[in-house]
């Protein structure tokens, strides 16, 4: 069954358990029994295509210790931010989306920190990474941030920002950030310091 579900939301379609029922012979009242409910199914979807992703990229990133999290979290992030079967399921029911992706009570962000606290653990344990707070706390922080970042506060201009989104995780994780500026910041920085290096003109703020 889930691997019908994959497919359904892989796709960008809308997950519909009446469709999915219908093609394993089942009724929708076996599905909710063995799941509680659609946000459930499509949550375990969620959590193993997160699980792919990290390991993944995990096993792409050769550094260890604090630099190779954050490069790994970096990488899932940008990811998660250009994922069309998540933009998608934002854009089919928002609300409903947010509340089954970054709620505590929901079926995606316990597990994701789960799924984020053995990485810190297994750094931890290869003695290659000294956190500065417990692993389950900084786990959850990282997850918490991700959500914030990367679904929510759209309205301020935040969403899918995974370059300030590493900047903070850095600071976490007990790295210097690397953050990689986009054409248009490194054109304004340029202006900027060019205005700064021009010489003061009568009257203008710069000459008092």
Do not use: P
């Given at each position: 069954m889930l691997r019908l579900v994959r497919e359904?939301?892989?796709a960008g379609q809308r997950v519909d358990l009446t469709v999915v029922a219908r093609e394993?012979?089942?009724g929708r009242a076996t599905i909710y029994r063995w799941f509680g409910s659609r946000?459930?199914?499509l949550g375990d979807v969620i959590v193993d295509e997160l699980q792919l992703l990290l390991d993944r990229h995990r096993s792409r990133?050769?550094?260890r210790g604090a630099k190779g999290l954050l490069e790994v979290f970096?990488?899932?992030n940008r990811a998660l931010s250009r994922s069309q079967p998540l933009r998608r399921l934002l854009e089919q029911a928002r609300e409903a989306a947010l509340r089954m992706l970054t709620s505590g009570g929901g079926p995606v962000q316990s597990r994701a920190v789960e799924a984020i606290q053995a990485l810190i653990d297994r750094e931890v344990s290869d003695g290659r990474y000294d956190p500065p707070a417990?692993?389950?706390t900084l786990a959850y922080a990282i997850v918490r941030?991700?959500?914030a970042f990367l679904?929510?506060?759209?309205?301020v201009g935040i969403r899918g920002d995974w370059e300030r989104l590493r900047q903070v995780e850095a600071a976490l994780l007990g790295v210097p950030a690397t953050a990689r500026r986009s054409p248009a910041a490194k054109t304004a920085r340029t202006e900027r310091a060019g205005e700064r290096s021009r010489p003061a003109r009568a009257g203008h703020p710069g000459s008092r």
């Open positions: 359904q939301f892989l394993l012979g089942l946000d459930g199914v990133v050769r550094q970096d990488r899932v417990d692993t389950s941030l991700a959500d679904y929510n506060d759209a309205a």
